[in-house]
């Protein structure tokens, strides 16, 4: 009888320490993951960033601002999967960088979806010369939600 204890206590010990070891492990494995993740979120940041001042996208806070609240900040299945990171629609009557033909659009890329926003802008936004404006641009002839304009103006608040 007392060896089948010391049997069943030194299973007990080797997996406790085998589970202590595994979730260790596992639990840096996350850690690790997440960091990787939160650098790859910076650099698309970075690179979206780059890309608005390269192509002289107007309004750049709003602009920063209808991606966080189009995309969830870059998390999306239309961000991800359709690289469409501000909720575009197929343009209609314009020059266009989507690859489809109906319903909102999905691009090849985030760049090619920015590039279709400076488009879109160029046609639409051209007048607009203070960022009132361009809101009411925007809740006018963009926006779906009739509190977008409200939403945009809460994100542009917190990243002030």
């Not at 085998?18 to 910076?42: M, N, P, R, W």
């Amino acid at each position: 009888m007392r060896k089948i204890a010391i049997i069943y206590l030194l299973l007990l010990f080797i997996i406790s320490t085998l589970a202590f070891y595994t979730g260790f492990v596992v639990g840096s494995k996350k850690d690790e993951q997440q960091q990787k993740k939160q650098v790859e979120v910076k650099n698309v940041h970075k690179d979206i960033e780059e890309t608005i001042s390269k192509f002289k996208i107007k309004f750049e806070n709003i602009v920063k601002a209808q991606i966080i609240l189009e995309s969830g900040n870059l998390t999306s299945i239309r961000a991800i999967r359709d690289n469409n990171i501000v909720g575009m629609k197929v343009a209609k009557q314009r020059p266009t960088t989507a690859i489809n033909e109906k319903g909102h659009a999905i691009y090849s890329s985030i760049e090619d979806c920015l590039i279709d926003y400076a488009l879109w802008q160029s046609q639409n936004a051209f007048k607009c010369r203070t960022e009132e404006q361009y809101l009411e641009l925007l809740g006018r002839i963009y926006a779906e939600d009739t509190k977008y304009v409200e939403k945009l103006k809460r994100i542009i608040e917190k990243q002030n």
